[in-house]
């Protein structure tokens, strides 16, 4: 079973401001953006509803001071949103134990983790994908060692 789980701030996320900001001099039209991790997993069956309290006992991925997490409904960006990731990136990789922060994830087959970008056009309203497109190959994700999912 694949489950997504965002991790993103509660308090004010400076690089997603500077991102806007630049974003906007640089003459895309957002006018806001938002910043989370993104965890997508591939879970026993029997061991997806543990994997949020499994995350949120990883100090070094969930600070309950600081973040807030959620469980997605789907296992794709939404109307709005880019998902960014490595290149080179070999957390994915399928194994006998899937390990993040040093610890193994019990009945976690498969992990990928994202940068999740979420544009709006309009105050509430998410961005048409050319506006994410443009934002995406302006800033969001560098080519060279990145690779973006819309």
């Not at 910043?35 to 969930?62: N, Q």
């Not at 992990?111 to 443009?134: H, K, M, N």
Request: glycine letters at 6%.
């Amino acid at each position: 079973m694949i489950r997504c789980v965002e991790i993103s701030l509660r308090i004010p996320d400076n690089e997603a401001r500077t991102a806007l900001a630049t974003l906007q001099r640089l003459g895309v039209a957002a006018v806001a953006l938002e910043r989370a991790d993104l965890y997508r997993c591939d879970v026993e069956d029997g061991r997806a509803e543990e994997l949020p309290d499994t995350l949120r006992g990883f100090e070094t991925i969930f600070n309950q001071n600081k973040h807030a997490m959620r469980v997605r409904e789907g296992s794709h960006p939404l109307a709005g949103e880019v998902w960014i990731d490595e290149i080179e990136s070999n957390a994915g990789a399928r194994s006998e134990s899937v390990r993040i922060s040093g610890r193994t994830l019990a009945g976690v087959r498969r992990l990928e983790r994202f940068t999740a970008w979420r544009l709006y056009a309009a105050p509430g309203e998410p961005a048409e994908p050319e506006l994410v497109a443009l934002a995406t190959e302006t800033l969001l994700c560098n080519t060279a060692f990145q690779k973006a999912l819309r």
